[in-house]
């Protein structure tokens, strides 16, 4: 059974910092592209960063020189280092797993961030 489960979200006041993690279960982590979606109130989930087998990063540009994403292949973690937060973050934030072949995809069950102004 697959599971990528979240942890590390919370309450951060505006130029705060958090580091939210994901731990992946039951996948062969090494051939899995991870990546942090967020979705806010009322709007679409978006691409917030991604990370391929190797170790490249992708990040959307408003959280571009804040967010620093890394993975772990022998721990099976991702996490995402959160730095001069903004309210504007604030949303539930998905980690997400796709297999380099079969482009099959894992979410895990989100973990709030909320940054207050």
Do not use: H
Not at 8 to 30: K, M, N, P, T, W
Not at 46 to 52: N, P, Y
Not at 62 to 86: C, E, H, P, W, Y
């Amino acid at each position: 059974q697959v599971q990528l489960v979240e942890s590390g979200g919370g309450l951060v006041q505006d130029g705060g910092s958090l580091r939210l993690s994901c731990a992946a279960s039951g996948i062969i982590f090494s051939l899995y592209n991870m990546a942090w979606y967020r979705q806010a109130p009322g709007k679409q989930r978006e691409l917030v960063a991604s990370i391929s087998r190797s170790g490249s990063t992708d990040y959307e540009d408003s959280v571009k020189g804040r967010f620093t994403l890394s993975r772990d292949n022998a721990k099976n973690t991702i996490s995402l280092q959160m730095n001069s937060l903004k309210p504007e973050d604030t949303a539930v934030y998905y980690c997400n797993a796709v297999q380099m072949y079969t482009r099959q995809s894992f979410w895990g069950r989100g973990t709030q961030v909320t940054v207050s102004s």
